[in-house]
């Protein structure tokens, strides 16, 4: 039993070089664990016969259930688009094939060796562990010591505001059933203020999704609670009203605008759904793209028309401009069918209905307890809970722990009698043929937790600790240990890429004067990553970009062309990926102007705008190749239009940007008017001031270019 608790606490694993992302070093510890307990479940099935009963499986529908999800996962990962990383995803979701297929047999395993008492101690053991992390989400909001990545809402140890509200989802009905049937005092204090504390973490995070799962799963247990108290249907009505009443404030003022009807309806995850996954579906819909593998579908069927880039929309800082870039469906069963097809989705359906069915009719048995129809009356309202939640979010490792638990517990509670009707199962095999199984078995787990489990994780531990030189600006220690990572061949192979072009990024915020040298390792970097995943589209992207960087540094045409050429030729690939991505139509305007391509650059940014007009960075492209093309009168209303969709038109980089276009076609008069803006933005910088000069000069206005001479003079005697 010792390693079910070692589970159930990996909600509590967080926080250092080892263990981040926080879901890697819960899935990685999960997985050896897992492996562990195989181990062991193996030989005591082979050796001790009198310590091990296995129930009769036959007629067990849920356990049949989890099986075919186990088989049809696995033959989705198997023919996947990309079966490697379907089998072992990514540190960022630590998801894939493997991980999944862990919960799984985690809840078999929990049903073959749980007894009755030890259920009672497995689930306090989960709420004590609920308390902790609740008290860390609390005094993160006390306190204010919330990443800023989080905005202001609390983490905890699981990383996110989402999932941490549906972990303690599963918690609260459970918990509640357990203060019901409690007669202990102490006791009953306990399990009543967990309920508390997990109703004011998930008040406090502000989770539609989880309020919607809560407000269900409050009417399911109060209002069809078998031999309901009074007060207790009074206290869920007062809810309800006040709910409502909160929703109609927050209408009515406009206070609490993720309360609001018209923010609910404009959310942009229903109209991925109709526009995006359902076509995902329609396309693959035997085993769907395979498990980790949404983002090939959803960068093919992409519709920006649908998304709000001041709202929905994050920041890519390698292409400067904003970006939306799902990996996940937020809702469970188009997720499910996604990952594995249509087949799954059905399998996944049916696994509710069965579990809910069930454990309805164990709790109309006459002679089941109060207490006990009490708890299994909670293990519904918590399905019911967690479906409705889920089907606006999406699951981390533990959320999935405690769904498989609840599994596991319901088969516990559906199917009592098997455990006393199984017999002592022993075997026939000879002793060698033991040894030898027993032998390959542990052998299978050593490989597996060392080159699959042990060696990632300190991958990924040296890749968090290149993260933390490169923040602290000590890039060239950094990346030099990054490249040595680059050697270390694992399934992490992409992700280490990927980090290193993230690092990257950052390193040439920090020391810019490195710039051209990070661009061409990056590039170099790039190339390895779309070899191991050339359907990630950003790997593409970024190339072209890296690409186009590098030539606007070469001075040797020949040279130049060529990296041209190249950087085209990797846009038109994360184009044939996703043919409607703004992004890439971006990096293709900016290509053709480096190439002197103006009409070309015109037509993408024109494209661009006709896809969303509500994106900044595609009017400012467009100003830009109007300028080259000396259409100056629409480039300034399109410049206007690019600011007034949040597009930052100031910045020096967008002004320098500006200013090589006014200097192509010798508009004296708005260059004055760009370098103006530079020198007040940089009144130190000589080079500035030496421009003014000699555009004041070209004007005519002597007097103007002779200031400007002298304080160009003043700030860079050595000229």
Known sequence: MSGFYFILALPLVAFTSWFYPVDWGKAILLRIIISILMCMFAWQFLYKKTQLSIPRLKRNIIFWLLCGLFLIYCIASIFSLDPQFSLWGSPYRAGGFITYACYIVFAILLFIIARRQDWEKLWNFSIGTGVIVSFIALAQYIFKLIPETAGAKPISTIGNSVPLTIYLLFLVWITLAYALKETVAWKKIFYWGALALFGLVIFISFQRAAFVGLTIGAVYFVFFLPHPKKWLKISVGIFLVLVGLVIVYANVTGTLPKLSIQSVLSDSRFSVWRDIEIKMLKEKPLLGWGPENFFVGFDTFYNPAIFNPTTDSQYDSMNNTLGTWWDRAHNNLLQTGIDAGIVAMIIYLVLFGALFYKLGKVKKIPDTPLHTMVVIHALQATLLAYFCANFFSVDDVPTYLLFFVVIGYSLHLIYPGTAK?????????????????????????????????????????????????????????????????????????????????????????????????????????????????????????????????????????????????????????????????????????????????????????????????RWGDCWWYLALSQIYLNDTAHARENIQYANDRGFNVDSQERLVEIANAYGVIHDYKNLIVVFEELASLNPTVAEYHTWLAQFYEKLGRYADAQKEAQLASQLSPQK
């Open 421 to 613: 009707e199984s017999h002592e199962r022993t075997t026939s095999m000879q002793k060698p043929v033991k040894i030898i199984l027993v032998s390959l078995v542990f052998c299978a787990a050593a490989v597996f937790i060392w080159h699959y489990n042990l060696v990632p994780l300190y991958i990924n531990a040296m890749v968090n600790k290149s993260q933390q030189l490169v923040e602290k600006k000590n890039c060239d220690q950094g990346l030099h240990d990054m490249d040595a990572l680059l050697q270390k061949h694992s399934f992490l192979d992409s992700y280490i890429r990927n980090q290193y072009i993230e690092f990257e990024k950052q390193c040439i915020v920090s020391h810019p004067e490195n710039a051209m040298a990070y661009a061409q390792r990056g590039l170099d970097v790039l190339q390895e990553a779309v070899t191991i995943q050339p359907l990630y589209t950003r790997y593409w992207l970024w190339a072209g970009t890296l690409a186009t960087t590098l030539a606007e540094s070469q001075e040797d045409q020949a040279q130049q062309h060529a990296t041209i050429q190249q950087a085209g030729s990797y846009l038109h690939k994360a184009a044939f990926l996703a043919p409607q991505r703004q992004e890439i139509m971006i990096a293709e305007a900016k290509l053709q102007i480096d190439a002197e391509d103006y009409h070309g650059a015109q037509t993408y940014a024109t494209t661009c705008i006709n896809l969303n007009p």
